[in-house]
């Protein structure tokens, strides 16, 4: 083959590989976009159900000041139906849009609500805090479970270890799963739920 043969086949081969590298590379920022939109999109969706977990918790941990507003039997009446609809809401965006540390941490708040253990409730809310902050990107470092107690309880520092000590004790028995029946014999007898 004459050299002029060989230029124009080579000039032709670099047309075309240029070509399906142009193509390739759009492909490939077209997919690195279309990943990012559904990373925001999950993102915000989780900020939706974090946003909402955190409204319940904040009703929660206020809930005996709210019961004494409250006064009426109707008035609770309607605001533990407006709490459970708000919980199921919550409750299904979590385990569709959360990390497995933020499920793992939603579950066994929910377990101990329906088995009290003493104050561990308040611990394992804080926990869920935590969590959820970590999920979003949010750094935790200087920040623990006690902090996040401190902004809702005003008691927080004088009940904390027998509420950590009890939060532990329930999540190591769900971790084993075995019998977490309420082992409080001290504390008087407590509705179930």
């Given amino acids: 083959m004459s050299s002029e043969v060989l230029a124009s086949l080579f000039g032709v081969l670099s047309v075309l590989l240029t070509g399906a590298l142009a193509i390739v590379g759009i492909r490939y920022q077209n997919e690195a976009r279309r990943r990012e939109q559904l990373q925001e999109q999950l993102f915000e969706k989780k900020r939706e159900a974090y946003s909402s977990v955190n409204e319940l918790l904040t009703k929660f941990l206020a809930y005996p000041k709210i019961l004494e507003k409250l006064g009426s039997t109707k008035r609770v009446a309607k605001y533990m139906d407006e709490m459970t609809d708000a919980l199921i809401d919550a409750r299904q965006k979590v385990w569709t849009f959360g ?17 009290p253990q003493g104050n561990a409730v ?11 902050r970590e999920d979003m ?5 200087g920040i623990t479970a ?9 008691d927080a520092d004088e009940t904390y270890d027998e509420a ?3 939060a532990e ?19 008087p007898d407590q509705p179930q739920r």
């Fill in 169 to 187: 004790g329930f999540k190591e028995r769900l971790r084993t799963r075995t019998n977490i029946a309420l082992s409080l014999s001290d504390e």
């Fill in 146 to 154: 006690l902090d996040i107690l401190r902004v809702f309880l005003t």
């Fill in 164 to 166: 950590k000590a009890a």
């Fill in 99 to 115: 990390s497995p540390k933020v499920i793992s941490a939603y579950s066994a708040l929910q377990q101990v609500s329906f088995k």
């Fill in 137 to 141: 990107g949010l750094s935790n470092d």
């Fill in 122 to 132: 308040v611990v394992l809310a804080a926990d869920l805090i935590l969590a959820m």
